[in-house]
């Protein structure tokens, strides 16, 4: 079994992803991609989206799936998104929680997303304080995006150097075997909350530490570290 001890003695940094770990933001990206594929003859998202690459971030994937039109397709994608997100985009339970835990207890709160950062910008005030978080790394801002750990690196490089990270330092919050892989690859914690946005799920593994919902991480925080 996994050790859901989550004993903080010693975490500097706890690095969130954005898209479905702290922010509930599927339901607005498939509205907005069901919008665009049929202009450009494309089967719904739930059939066009075997085509992606797992291991690039959504945006990066658009050349795979429309081509030579990928670059005017994606600006029709964000203009919908930003235009739907405010209406449709939620928090998580207790995400509010768990990040008022961390930062109570002077450890840094960081988002660590491959999205893009005008879009990353616009939603996350909608959900959250900006100035909860120490730091907000976007896609193509470090020298590479997960699943590489020098994703991780350069978020936290501000507070630790790499051979500072261990998995008692830093931990990666996330949904995905994505987030999982960084971590793992920059020698950190990886934990997983409920189920990836993709559905690309990996077996059960001992390096990582799984919960259902950020309500059961929230006790297993509160159960390892009591006052």
Known sequence: MPDKNLSINGLKAAVFDWDNTLAESRSTLVYAI????????????ETVKSKRDNNLSFKDNFPRIFGDKAEEAYEKYKKIYLQNVGRMITAFPKTHEVLSFFKQRQIAVMVMS??????LNYELPLLFKPEIFD?????????????????LTWTVKDILRADEITPAT????????????????AGARPIRIGKSIWGDEEQQSADIC??????????????????
């Open 34 to 45: 069901n919008q665009i594929l049929p202009q450009y003859g494309l089967e719904d998202w």
């Open 114 to 119: 491959n999205k893009d950062r005008v879009l």
């Open 135 to 151: 730091n907000v790394v976007c896609g193509h801002e470090a020298k590479e995006d997960k699943p590489f750990g020098g994703h």
């Open 170 to 185: 830093v931990w990666v919050i996330g949904d995905s075997p994505q987030d999982s892989a960084c971590a793992l690859n």
């Open 210 to 227: 799984f919960f259902d919902s950020f309500v059961d991480f929230y006790q297993s925080l509160l159960l390892s570290n009591p006052k």
